[in-house]
């Protein structure tokens, strides 16, 4: 391990296997509320719950085969659902919601991954993926292009932000000044500045991901900037400025990631059919 990367990873740390059996895992995220983590089985049709206490159990299902999740400024369960082609919210009494289904009349591809800034607007990729029965459904694409979305706080604005790429994972800077995106066909994370109306603009090159199979794919960012990302070989890591600082390894190929427990110092990493965690020194950006 190189002396930038331990900065970050302590010595002698490696990715600890949680579960495994799962047909695709993706979208984790931690519930800071209740303790536990939650992620998508997306061919398995489920959200499903893991706890230090008991381990694995069932969360929902069907899940509407489920991919990105996130937790809004209430603390309610955002999910990006392939087999619905929409953006759910789960209330507090447990009701399923949709907040984003169509733009113009046409209904979304296949909603991906979804962020919430702080001012409570929700921002998600729309690329093809799902629209298969493995990880959605076979049905027919609306729109011409692969979006990235805006909802504006008060949930009836849905504004169209990118339509130049297929977009995939996508995070917030720690200031939210910044959101970067990931494009898994081009290879690369692109970074756009945030507009003070959340609009985004001066989209550029953040950083090249090379190899097959399939990277980048999700993407967190530490609470100092540096940017995690999904990829051959493990955790890739980037530097605020966009210089890799090295691959955090991962037995199986990762998808996607989040911080987790209290002090929000450990990586959640699903990985194909397993689920994993490492612990940082840094801290990440709680959500």
Same mark, same amino acid.
């Given at each position: 391990?190189?002396?930038?990367?331990?900065?970050?990873?302590?010595e002698g740390?490696?990715?600890?296997?949680l579960?495994?059996?799962?047909?695709?895992?993706?979208g984790?995220?931690?519930n800071?509320?209740?303790?536990?983590?939650?992620?998508?089985?997306?061919?398995g049709n489920?959200?499903?719950?893991w706890t230090?206490?008991n381990g694995i159990s069932e969360f929902r299902?069907p899940?509407?085969k489920?991919?990105?999740l996130?937790?809004?400024?209430k603390?309610?369960?955002?999910a990006?659902e392939h087999a619905n082609?929409?953006v759910s919210?789960?209330?507090e009494d447990?009701?399923?919601?949709?907040?984003a289904?169509?733009?113009?009349g046409?209904?979304?591809?296949?909603?991906?991954?979804?962020?919430v800034k702080s001012?409570?607007?929700?921002?998600?990729?729309?690329p093809?993926?799902?629209l298969?029965?493995?990880?959605?459904?076979?049905?027919?694409?609306?729109? /011409?292009?692969?979006?990235?979305?805006?909802?504006a706080? %008060?949930? !009836?604005h849905?504004? &169209?932000? =990118?339509?130049?790429?297929?977009p995939?994972?996508?995070?917030f800077?720690?200031?939210?000044?910044l959101l970067?995106i990931?494009?898994?066909?081009?290879?690369h994370?692109?970074v756009?500045d945030?507009?003070?109306?959340?609009?985004?603009t001066?989209?550029?090159?953040?950083?090249?991901?090379?190899?097959?199979?399939?990277?980048?794919?999700?993407?967190k960012?530490?609470?100092e900037?540096n940017v995690?990302?999904?990829g051959?070989g493990g955790?890739?890591?980037?530097?605020?400025?966009g210089?890799?600082?090295?691959i955090?390894p991962? /037995?199986e190929?990762?998808?996607?990631?989040?911080?987790? %427990?209290k !002090?929000?110092?450990? &990586?959640y =990493?699903?990985?194909?059919?397993s689920v994993y965690r490492i612990?940082?020194?840094?801290?990440?950006?709680?959500v």
């Amino acid at each position: 391990m190189n002396s930038l990367l331990k900065h970050i990873v302590p010595e002698g740390s490696r990715a600890e296997r949680l579960a495994t059996g799962f047909h695709f895992t993706e979208g984790p995220v931690w519930n800071a509320k209740g303790g536990y983590l939650l992620f998508s089985d997306i061919p398995g049709n489920r959200i499903v719950k893991w706890t230090p206490e008991n381990g694995i159990s069932e969360f929902r299902a069907p899940s509407g085969k489920s991919n990105g999740l996130t937790i809004d400024k209430k603390g309610r369960l955002i999910a990006c659902e392939h087999a619905n082609r929409r953006v759910s919210r789960t209330e507090e009494d447990g009701k399923v919601v949709t907040v984003a289904s169509h733009y113009n009349g046409k209904r979304l591809n296949s909603p991906n991954d979804v962020v919430v800034k702080s001012d409570g607007s929700i921002y998600f990729t729309d690329p093809p993926y799902g629209l298969n029965p493995v990880f959605g459904t076979f049905e027919e694409q609306e729109l /011409p292009f692969y979006g990235v979305y805006r909802l504006a706080p %008060d949930g !009836d604005h849905l504004s &169209l932000l =990118i339509d130049d790429s297929v977009p995939n994972g996508l995070a917030f800077s720690p200031d939210e000044s910044l959101l970067y995106i990931a494009d898994t066909e081009m290879n690369h994370i692109r970074v756009f500045d945030v507009k003070d109306n959340g609009k985004t603009t001066n989209g550029r090159i953040f950083a090249e991901i090379s190899g097959e199979p399939l990277a980048p794919d999700g993407l967190k960012v530490d609470s100092e900037g540096n940017v995690y990302v999904t990829g051959k070989g493990g955790i890739w890591v980037f530097n605020p400025d966009g210089r890799r600082i090295g691959i955090i390894p991962i /037995p199986e190929l990762p998808a996607n990631l989040c911080w987790g %427990d209290k !002090d929000w110092k450990t &990586l959640y =990493i699903t990985a194909r059919t397993s689920v994993y965690r490492i612990r940082l020194n840094i801290i990440g950006i709680p959500v």
